[in-house]
């Protein structure tokens, strides 16, 4: 299949006191469409800065980014970005969150009522129907990065790209995030590239699992691809032989190959 | 001028705050005084009370009492400082009135606040509100003006660094130094009044708002950028709710700033006003309407420092 987004020898750098900080170099990766990706590596190593260049919030130094045999020269629509805070403005209520994200893409071709029965289904699809008019700070964060994620898939975007989605929550309410998580994708056939930490959630979700190897002038690794059959259920994975070794293989990368020594 | 204010319980933090907050036993935070340029919009949070299961009634009661007793005791013995410390300064110079010849000068004077004998000769009412609709046009003319400016100047750096020194070098100069410009300009007091109301009211107007839009977080700014929202809607559902807060307290500062100037500007000026008021009776030598003038020139003031106070609590987005 064609790839959806290619990324040919991109490097990144920033200006620093001394020069230029080299974060990332030599970054080559093709994504196909329906593809659910993982970026994982120790903290600091470039994986924020490499969503970025796909979702083109920042330019890249060097190499290009394609999008759809595009280049990348700025955000757009069909890449919807789930941050790794939420960033719900909080002086909208939910469904204002959404609709803002909703009228911006279909508020030209679609009238009042079908833009809202968007939102409500976005809101729907992660269970949140319940708080359509209430404002963030009367929601639980869990809830918050739901209806972030709604707020996303409302879109319809082609690609999702998340960064760390679930990275501030506690593992009770991760675990069944993820789970609804693996429901949306199912239903949607999204293109998804998503940054986490956790080795499980990385095996869990996605179809590949790229490792990045330690900054400064951070590069792709070693590149794991999981093939597990969907739809996955955490409980019967748990005891899964095929799940264990690609675990195992993440976290050799991580704590024998790439150990980050601590300063 | 700059009102130091942070955006709290912006992001996921926000719940861990909130749970903290729950556990804490009852306890009512009185806020301070606001002093002029301390305040900051979100710095006027008190705890509410609100608890389920907490001690016993009784002890509640007691609790609540002696709280009360907390919020209202030391303001009163402060006042009563005031009012002895007054008395005997009075007692001991004779040109001075005491708190009681004062209050009877009052109860006489308030008894009809809004007589007229023609334009010299007005009461204290009318004399009160002249001020206030004085203050009012050159803040809303300061507004006007501001705001606007405050905003480009947030959003392009280059207008920022433009205008910034033009401002360093005005905004130390005292109004009333404008006050002769006015003057010459304008022909007439009273226009050359407000003419200094909306020099010393634009600057903390500007600046605030300038620094709110700096301010806005930089997550906010990249949901529009991924949302690709126009910048019509950029500046309405965005940056003018986020710098909303800020916004406020620079129409605070300058109103409190202009409700300073407008007594001594009317003092140079005449006509009818508080400050011209002031003068009017020191000539005449009523010493206790001097006095009773400093009291209602306070009261207004602290009056229209509530009043934005309600409404920045109205407006930040956390507590509604
Ligand atoms: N705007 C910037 N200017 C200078 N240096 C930057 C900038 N953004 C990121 N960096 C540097 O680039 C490196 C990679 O940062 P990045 O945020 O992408 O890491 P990360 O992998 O997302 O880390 P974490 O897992 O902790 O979020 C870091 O060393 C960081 O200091
Ligand atoms: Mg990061």
Not at chain 1, 30 to 38: D, F, K, L, T, W
Not at chain 2, 97 to 106: K, N, S, V
Not at chain 2, 117 to 145: E, K
Not at chain 2, 199 to 210: E, K, Q, R, V
Request: aromatic share 8%; hydrophobic share 50%.
């Amino acid at each position: 299949m064609k790839p959806i987004v290619k990324i040919e020898s991109v490097g990144q750098e920033f200006p620093a006191r001394a020069g230029r900080f080299v974060a990332l170099r030599d970054i080559n990766l093709a994504i196909s469409p329906g593809e659910v990706v993982a970026l994982i590596g120790h903290s600091g190593c470039g994986k924020s800065t490499l969503l970025n260049l796909i979702a083109g919030l920042t330019r890249a130094t060097h190499g290009v980014l394609l999008c759809d045999n595009r280049e990348i020269t700025g955000p757009g629509p069909e890449r919807a970005v789930v941050f790794q805070n939420h960033s719900l403005l909080p002086w909208m209520t939910c469904s204002e969150n959404v609709m803002l994200a909703v009228e911006r893409v279909f508020g030209r071709k679609e009238g009042k009522a079908k833009l809202t029965a968007r939102v409500v289904a976005a809101l729907e699809m992660v269970h949140m129907e319940h708080a359509l008019d209430k404002y963030p700070h009367e929601i639980s964060g869990g809830m918050k990065q739901r209806v972030g994620i709604a707020r996303a898939f409302a879109m319809e975007p082609r690609i999702l790209l998340m960064d760390e989605p679930f990275g501030a929550l506690d593992a009770l309410t991760r675990a069944s995030l993820q789970d609804e998580l693996n429901g949306v994708l199912a239903k949607t056939g999204a293109t998804v590239v998503m940054v986490t930490h956790d080795v499980d959630e990385a095996v869990l979700l996605s179809d590949r699992i790229v490792m990045m190897t330690n900054g400064p002038a951070a590069t792709i690794g070693e590149i794991v691809t999981v093939d597990l059959p969907r739809p996955r259920d955490r409980l019967e994975l748990a005891e899964d032989s095929r799940f264990a070794a690609y675990r195992a293989a993440v976290f050799e990368f991580l704590y024998r190959k790439q150990l980050k020594k601590v300063a | 001028m700059s009102a130091v204010i942070a955006f709290k319980n912006v992001g996921s933090m926000q719940v861990a705050e909130v749970d903290a907050m729950a556990i804490l036993p009852i306890q009512t935070t009185v806020s301070p005084a606001p002093t002029f340029m301390e305040i900051a919009p979100f710095s006027a949070q008190e705890v509410s009370p609100a608890l389920g299961r907490g001690p016993g009634r009784g002890e509640r009661l007691v609790h609540g009492a002696r709280e009360l007793a907390k919020t209202v005791i030391p303001p009163l013995l402060g006042i009563a400082l005031l009012l002895g410390i007054w008395a005997l300064v009075a007692v001991k110079n004779n040109s001075i009135p005491g708190p009681m010849q004062t209050w009877d000068a009052a109860a006489k004077l308030f008894a009809d606040p809004f007589y007229r004998n023609g334009p010299n000769d007005q009461g204290i009412g009318w004399n009160v509100l002249s001020s206030l609709q004085r203050v009012g046009i050159g803040f809303g003319f300061a507004a006007l003006v501001g705001i606007p400016a405050g905003f480009m100047l947030g959003r392009f750096n280059f207008m920022n660094r433009m205008f910034e020194p033009v401002i360093s070098l005005l905004r130390p100069v005292s109004p009333l130094a404008w006050l002769p410009i006015g003057l010459l300009v304008f022909k007439r007091a009273d226009p050359a009044a407000t003419w200094t109301i909306f020099i010393c009211s634009i600057w903390p107007m500007i600046l605030n708002t300038a620094q709110g839009v700096q301010r806005v977080p930089q997550d906010y700014l990249n949901v529009a950028r991924v949302l690709g929202l126009s910048e019509d809607k950029v500046i309405t559902r965005i940056l003018f709710p986020a710098v909303l807060p800020y916004m406020l307290t620079g129409i605070r500062l300058s109103i409190g700033t202009a409700w300073l100037v407008i007594v001594a500007a009317e003092m140079l000026t005449g006509g009818v006003g508080i400050g011209f008021w002031v003068w009017d009776e020191w000539n005449s030598l009523k010493v206790e309407h001097i006095i009773i003038a400093i009291f209602v020139i306070g009261m207004v003031g602290f009056a229209l420092e509530q009043m934005l106070l309600l409404l920045a609590k109205r407006f930040t987005y956390e507590s509604r």
